[in-house]
């Protein structure tokens, strides 16, 4: 199994920093990029940003020039640094990985079990 784990959730003040971190490992062929999405109350889970090893980064408008994603893909882990957080941050951020088993085998999302990210005005 692919064992996702990400951690650095917390509860903030508008204007703070955090930093998430997430690491994959287990079994794994081929690690081709890793994200972050995120879950607010009452809302549907939405991408966030990604970054593939190559390094290429993914950012959704709401969150550039505040949140910056960056991946050492040596320790297949990556980093979701997060810069004068808003009230509308607050979500359950989860962290995915686009990985193959084998050779053989398609890409397929796997997911980490979330970290809460609290942002009070």
């Known amino acids: 199994q692919v064992h996702v784990v990400e951690s650095g959730g917390g509860l903030m003040q508008a204007g703070e920093s955090l930093r998430l971190s997430c690491t994959a490992s287990?079994?794994?062929?081929?690690?081709?990029?890793m994200g972050w999405y995120r879950q607010a109350p009452g809302k549907e889970r939405e991408f966030v940003a990604a970054?593939?090893?190559?390094?290429?980064?993914t950012l959704i408008d709401a969150v550039k020039g505040r949140f910056t994603i960056s991946g050492d893909f040596a320790q297949n882990t990556i980093y979701l640094q997060m810069d004068r957080l808003r009230p509308e941050d607050t979500a359950i951020y989860f962290c995915?990985?686009?990985?193959?088993?084998?050779?053989?085998?398609?890409?397929?999302?796997?997911w980490g079990q979330g970290t809460q990210v609290t942002v009070s005005s």
């Open positions: 995915n990985a686009d990985a193959q088993f084998a050779p053989t085998t398609g890409t397929a999302k796997f």
């Open positions: 287990g079994t794994i062929f081929a690690l081709y990029a």
């Open positions: 970054i593939t090893r190559g390094g290429t980064p």
